[in-house]
């Protein structure tokens, strides 16, 4: 396929996949936070690499990340829907604003998307002085979560994609990222919406990947046959929940999702400590 034929498809369908990856209007209105129980949340920045990158916090105990989508934030993904709320009852909570995005700063060169996305994780961690962490990531936020996941393993105790699959290295969807236009939308640049493409994943490094995973997914998503049926071919180990009644953009406002993110933490959370005690001497 040359490259005006990729064009002229990518034209035809960019606009779906917009639609898939962008969270944020269909959620919430702006400053929706100030009346919303963020569980006596406290928001904050650091310096990731010169970028600007604004998070929220709350809670006690083992660490939870949470990514958002394209065009959303941390309080229209995972605040707003109660997620966050939810998630501090037992867990230490964080929730970033990616770059593009929120409060965080955004820049417009297409070198500042991509990967750079993922180490803004990675950074955040090293911020707040956290080995690791439960991650948790929603449409893009779950293309950034299996980035992080293959590039630093270390740092995962498990994972969750919502809204999300396997973003495979040489797809169309690749392609079609590739070669969007430069509109910026919702303010955010769009570099950030060119630079998904280059977070794309391997089949040899999906068949490497040890962290823990679930995917969460509505039955009306699209993402479900674009994303998740062929992870399910390469991974078919990997727990896959159907969110009944939910298509791409209200999947997150679902009480089955929030339960069954936290359902899958916990899980992964009395592991780990049980493997600990283990290893300490404690559990025989």
Sequence with gaps: MGFMPLRGLAAGTCGLLLLLLA????VAPAGALAATDAT??????????GVKISYVEAGAGEPVVLVHGLYSSAEMNWIVPGTFAALTQHYHV????????????????????????VEDVVRLLDHLKIERAHVVGYSLGGII?????IDHPDRVLSATLGGMGWFREGSFEQAIFQ?????EFLRTPAACTRGIAKLAVTEAELRRVE?????????????RMMYVKPLQRVRPDWPVVTVSGAG???CITKPQFKDEVVRWIGVNAN??????????GVVP
């Design 271 to 280: 592991q780990a400590a049980q493997s600990a005690r283990r290893t300490l």
């Design 179 to 183: 070669e969007m236009g430069g509109r």
């Design 145 to 149: 979560v299996m980035r992080l996941v």
């Design 40 to 49: 006596a949340s406290h928001r904050a920045s650091f310096d990731s690499a």
């Design 248 to 250: 791409h953009l209200n």
């Design 23 to 26: 969270e944020a209007s269909a």
């Design 211 to 223: 962290v823990p995973i679930e995917i969460l997914v509505g039955d009306r998503d699209p993402c």
């Design 94 to 117: 964080v929730a970033l604003d990616l770059r593009g995005h929120g409060q965080s700063d955004r820049p417009k060169d297409d070198s500042a998307y991509g990967h750079p996305m």
